[in-house]
């Protein structure tokens, strides 16, 4: 049982560049969330989705967009990378109120 | 609307030493409450959560917490700090409805010394 699987694990981008970041679970959960953790500001949600094929606005989503299109999968991406969105990105996901999160992705911009 | 304060962005104890990092919230409705650990370049691991009924709570490696409504805190506490509990740890707030997005505090790192 995997849980929550982030990929990819590290990755380095060039200003305006785009990427996809990947988040698999294997638990059927129905809920699913991405976070970025900044140092000193603690993990703050960009996006989020409630079932397949819906996906909300979070406290931070400006730069991001995010489908889920299978219910196991929920992609973020990253249209035109900015230095402002080096973080490290964490997925989540829930059945009820208490969330599993996969092991994050670091992205740095440059 | 919800949100954490975690009093104290770095405590630091001797191996041994009493551990006590602060939480409190605020929520118009009964919150549920969780700490999370984080260890270096990992993920998030639950740790405890307070839901319902009893207040005081346990959860792994020998942490405890207590939810006090009058106080409006979740503190965390472990009798006795091990080097292994070096770490960060976020506390985290829901209104408890499945779905509901988790909304954390801006972490602790807890150091402990030999």
Redo the contacts between chains.
């Keep these: 049982n995997a849980g929550v699987t982030q990929t990819p694990k590290f990755r380095v981008l060039k200003t305006g560049q785009s990427m996809t970041l990947l988040c698999a679970q294997d638990m059927n959960h129905e809920y699913m969330y991405w976070y970025r953790q900044d140092p000193g500001m603690g993990l703050r949600l960009i996006h989020y989705s409630v079932g397949e094929g819906t996906t909300a606005k979070g406290e931070v989503p400006d730069g991001y967009n995010v489908s889920r299109l299978k219910k196991q999968n929920f992609l973020l991406g990253l249209e035109s990378a900015a230095p402002s969105q080096t973080s490290v990105y964490f997925c989540a996901s829930s059945h009820g109120v208490e969330a599993f999160f996969g092991q994050g992705t670091r992205l740095t911009v440059v | 609307a919800q949100s954490v304060t975690?009093l104290g962005?770095h405590v630091s104890v001797s191996e041994g030493a009493l551990v006590l990092l602060r939480c409190n919230y605020s929520s118009s409705v009964p919150p549920?409450l969780?700490w999370?650990v984080q260890y270096p370049?990992?993920?998030?691991?639950?740790l405890l959560?307070y839901?319902t009924g009893a207040t005081l709570v346990k959860g792994i490696n020998g942490f405890e917490a207590e939810f006090k409504k009058s106080e409006t805190s979740f503190h965390l506490t472990k009798p006795s700090a091990h080097m292994s509990d070096a770490a960060e740890y976020?506390c985290a707030v829901?209104n408890?409805?499945?779905?509901?997005?988790?909304?954390?505090?801006?972490?602790t790192t807890l150091s402990v010394s030999s």
């Design positions: 975690q962005s549920y969780f999370y370049n990992q993920g998030l691991q639950l959560k839901t976020f829901s408890g409805q499945a779905g509901t997005a988790l909304i954390f505090g801006k972490g």
